[in-house]
């Protein structure tokens, strides 16, 4: 059972370059976010799916891109990568339902700096 | 909107001694709270959750929290600390959408031998 699984787990980027964090996850859950950890402010979050082909902005979208074309995969895209963007990114999903029944899964984590 | 404090960034008890990890919450209805651990180097695990009814959760490990409406906090309390228990706490409050978490800044606990 792999549960949530983020590649890659580090990842060094030069300012300008693009990148996609790929998030893949075998139970078949609905609902699936990415956060982004810095110190102090724990996990925010980034963009949300709540189906294939649905997806919506969580609290700091910009900079960010997404697709939910697959229940498995929800992959996170930089377009053009901001030494901001240096953190350390999380994937969750969870199944649809009650939220009280259906607590988030998480990845391990991707940590990317931004040179 | 909602939000989450978590008034104390660092926090070190000696193996043995009781533990209790502050967290304060706004958010305007009945809020959905959470208590995550996270170990280095690994993602978030779920403690213990708050929906509704009785104010006093258990979760694993032995962490228990309470939820008091009136001071509008859910503080994580262990009678016990181990020294397997040093981690970084995060408190949440989740939306009743079930579609947004917001977590507080952290504690990070250190445990004395």
């Known amino acids: 059972n792999a549960g949530v699984t983020q590649t890659p787990k580090f990842q060094v980027l030069k300012t300008g370059q693009s990148m996609t964090l790929q998030c893949a996850q075998d139970m078949n859950h609905e609902y699936m976010s990415w956060y982004r950890q810095d110190p102090g402010m724990g996990l925010r979050l980034i963009h949300y799916?709540?189906?294939?082909?649905?997806?919506d902005q969580g609290e700091v979208p910009n900079g960010y891109n997404v697709s939910r074309s697959t229940t498995e995969d929800f992959p996170l895209r930089l377009l053009s990568a901001a030494p901001s963007q240096t953190s350390v990114y999380f994937c969750?999903?969870?199944?649809?339902?009650?939220?009280?029944?259906?607590?988030?899964?998480f990845g391990d984590g991707t940590r990317l700096s931004i040179l | 909107a909602q939000s989450v404090t978590q008034p104390d960034i660092h926090i070190t008890v000696s193996e043995g001694a009781s533990l209790e990890l502050r967290c304060n919450y706004s958010?305007?209805?009945?809020?959905?709270l959470f208590w995550y651990v996270q170990s280095p180097g690994q993602g978030l695990q779920l403690l213990l959750k708050?929906?509704?009814?009785?104010?006093l959760v258990q979760g694993i490990k032995g962490f228990e929290a309470e939820f008091k409406r009136s001071q509008s906090s859910f503080n994580l309390r262990k009678p016990s600390v181990h020294w397997s228990d040093a981690a970084e706490y995060f408190c949440?409050?989740?939306?009743?959408?079930?579609?947004?978490?917001?977590f507080g800044g952290g504690t990070r606990l250190m445990v004395k031998p």
């Open positions: 969750a999903s969870r199944a649809q339902g009650a939220v009280s029944n259906q607590p988030q899964h």
């Open positions: 949440a409050v989740g939306n009743n959408a079930g579609n947004m978490l917001t």
């Open positions: 958010y305007g209805a009945t809020p959905y």
């Open positions: 708050y929906f509704s009814g009785d104010t």
């Open positions: 799916s709540v189906g294939a082909g649905i997806t």
